[in-house]
């Protein structure tokens, strides 16, 4: 619809259009928006009092406290900004594979719906690609919803491919970003886990609130097709390795992968972080609109 990918029908639009991003601490965005910021304001927040001063608006003396206490005291409220919203896209090699689960067609699905989110409730979206090929995203600030279909179009000439160090791309990331905000990563975290939580821990580090969205397939997880003598190779280096899978072996694989998901949820809970599992073999808008509150969400 309007030149997004089919999912996004007049439907899950709508439903889209009532969430809202949560965080757990105030920042402070660039314009106005329906986010407390740590700023004081006009809003109708109500936040402290402070002693009046010559030249203060009449308007917010608190005239029954003047009453009680004869003295004169401004009422002070707390602003309100849009929240600076930044969403990463890992778009490394592995992203591509295996090729019939599309986790890299999962994982553009997941930045735009978070996206969308945010556009439709008056924030600031950026877009940030790890990796990848095809063209080069644009990591600037856009508002307004009908911007969505020009992320859309930016993503839709991505291709997935390289690799990197995950780590050390989101420390320069992080440099090169500058304010806070809400932080958004979509990837399948199939690398070190030593690498996966120094990186996701640079952005509790910084003060930013974060939410990591793992993107796995289906056939993937389950280690389906992986039977026999066969040949794996290392979707991002190249290497190849000849290796002999039974049953067992597919056991321990499917374990291994299971026990990498709850160790990077585990890794987010236990300091605060948001934390979402997507598999491709369920139905997208299905798994959004049920894993809001995983996802940082709210309506």
Known sequence: MFGLPDEFTPGFLARLEKLRIRTRQRYAGLGRGMHLSPKRGSSLEFNDFRHYSPGDDFRYI????????????????????????????????????PAGDRKFESAILTALALAYVALASGDRVMLRVLG???????????????????????????????????????ATELLAIRRTGKVFIVSDFLMLLNSVTRGLGMFTAASMDLTAVQILGGRELNGQGLDGDVEVVDSESGERLRVSIGERERTQYRETMLRLTREIKSFCLKRGLHYSLYTTDQNFQNFFVRAVSDLGLGH
């Open 132 to 170: 990848g090929s095809g063209g080069k995203v644009d990591p600037s600030f856009v508002n307004g919803r009908h911007r969505i279909v020009e992320l859309a179009r930016r993503l839709a000439n991505l291709r997935p491919g390289g690799q990197f160090d995950f780590a050390t791309s989101l």
């Open 62 to 97: 608190d005239w029954g406290l003047y009453g009680r206490s004869d003295k004169l005291y401004i009422k002070l409220f707390q602003e309100e900004e849009d929240l600076l919203t930044y969403i990463f896209v890992d778009a490394s090699a592995s992203m591509a594979y």
